[in-house]
């Protein structure tokens, strides 16, 4: 679907956008997405990437890529919590970064930057583009439920209007939100910023940009985007969401994806399998993997299941439990990587045992695939809760990895009528998806109105 095909650029000058993602899956994926949107449209794309999970320029012929000398690829394989990588990151980057952009703008092969669009986790953004007089846009990648949340949970607390204790009970309701204190994300950090100053940074970052480019749609979270627009953010937000379906078959995946499940899905029956993927992050357990393993043989459901090398602690790979391949060898497959998009499209899936990392918890509704909520860090814990208490499309797992639990769980989405329920209002959802992305509707026009920010400049 290319349901923006006829949006294009009305201008004789080419303008050139710099883009900047963040070295992470879930972050690459949109910001490539965008770029690759936008270069359809008429513009000229320059990456500036990190050499940590660089892109790989072959799968983007059209782009023009500078790699930066920032830090090695396993500079963040030792640091203690996500909130140091980040602070090193914004520290490491700055200064390649001006450099790479001062050489661009002085020699680069493809003229004047006209805008730099860069990932929100990046901060030290501003100053650098300050300092060049170039027009910044942010783009978010997590859900405008958690910038949300994010946002206005700490001003009501600031203000006394709600107030979380260290002594609060994890299963408390926050009033006027659909969370318990546990779907707050909490934030310790051992770097060298405390975690205030990170989210102060980011949020001024958002803040003082030009624009904030959102991968969400209006028909899914419209609470949140009002509150976004009430708030009258300071600078102009674009719902551009779901970048991905704009688009399909952007190539990016870091892993290569094992396309021969595709086949092994052609033979299962409509909706019988469950896929069970943790993203790119996440890891577990080698306990974990044994109540997974458990939990899906039990349950009798067919699954395609993703175990990324590396994802489980102390191990490269994992043995799975005696007896269990032999249990499961009929209706199951494991594998490293997989093609997400298509897997999630394809009909034989039923079911999304996930993280839910915003992309995957997009993709799932945007494919009409409910869900299975293992939520791991970040925003995660706020997308499942909204998955499951809003929207109504998934199941929490409350309780870790309990094989009990999961094979309880997984019946109750693949086989039982609150399942077909919930099928049915994903099924909804993902109409509003594709509705928000036909000409003159919401997605759509959000879109047009970036494009049109950007030529204006
Ligand atoms: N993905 C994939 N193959 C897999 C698992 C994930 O291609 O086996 C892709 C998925 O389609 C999504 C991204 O990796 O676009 C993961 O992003 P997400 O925000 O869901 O989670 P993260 O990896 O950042 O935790």
């Not at 090398?309 to 490269?316: A, K, L, N, T, Y």
């Not at 609150?418 to 509707?441: I, P």
């Amino acid at each position: 679907m290319e349901a923006s095909s006829d949006i294009q650029i009305q201008s004789m000058k080419v303008p050139h956008l710099v883009i900047l993602p963040a070295p992470f899956q879930g972050h690459i994926n949109p910001m490539l997405q965008l770029a690759s949107l936008l270069h359809s449209k008429g513009f000229s794309i320059t990456v500036i990437h990190s050499q940590i999970n660089s892109p790989n320029p072959a799968n983007f012929p059209n782009f023009h890529f500078e790699p930066m000398q920032d830090v090695s690829n396993d500079a963040l394989s030792y640091v203690p919590d996500p909130l140091t990588a980040l602070s090193i990151l914004n520290d490491k980057c700055q200064t390649p970064f001006h450099d790479t952009l001062s050489r661009l703008l002085s020699d680069g092969p493809h003229g004047p930057v006209t805008c730099i669009i860069a990932d929100e986790l990046f901060y030290f953004t501003k100053a650098i583009a300050d300092q060049f007089k170039l027009p910044r846009i942010l783009l978010g990648t997590t859900s405008a439920s958690f910038y949300t949340t994010m946002a206005f949970l700490s001003l009501l607390q600031q203000n006394g209007v709600i107030s979380i204790t260290a002594d609060a009970q994890p299963n408390t309701l926050i009033p006027e939100t659909p969370l318990r204190i546990k779907d707050i994300p909490v934030f310790s950090t051992e770097g060298p910023a405390t975690s205030e100053q990170i989210w102060a940074n980011i949020l001024n970052a958002i803040r003082s940009s030009l624009g904030y480019i959102m991968n969400t749609f209006d028909g899914l979270e419209l609470d949140a985007l009002v509150k976004i627009r009430q708030d009258r953010h300071p600078t102009p937000v674009f719902v551009v969401g779901p970048l991905y379906k704009f688009l399909p078959g952007t190539l990016n995946s870091l892993l290569t994806q094992d396309y021969s499940c595709m086949a092994w899905l052609d033979k299962q029956a409509p909706q019988s399998v469950i896929y069970v993927s943790f993203g790119s992050v996440a890891s577990i357990d080698k306990t974990d993997v044994e109540e997974i393993a458990w939990g899906l043989a039990n349950s009798e459901q067919s699954f395609l299941w993703v175990i990324r090398p590396g994802s489980i602690h102390g191990h490269d790979w994992v043995e799975l439990p005696e007896g269990f391949e032999e249990k499961t060898q009929k209706r199951g497959r494991i594998i490293k990587w997989a093609p997400q998009q298509e897997v999630l499209a394809h009909p034989s899936v039923g079911g999304f045992w996930t993280h839910n990392g915003w992309n995957s918890t997009l993709e799932s509704i945007c494919e009409g695939v409910p869900m299975l909520c293992s939520p791991y860090l970040w925003d995660q814990n706020v997308n499942a809760r909204y998955a499951s208490h809003v929207w109504r499309v998934g199941i929490q797992l409350e309780n870790g990895f309990d094989r009990n639990e999961i094979e309880r769980a997984v019946r109750r989405l693949m086989v039982e009528i609150e399942g077909k329920e919930m099928r049915e209002r994903v099924g909804a959802l993902k109409e509003n998806a594709m509705r928000g992305m036909v000409k003159g509707a919401s997605s759509y026009k959000s879109l047009q109105s970036l494009i049109d920010l950007i030529m204006s400049l």
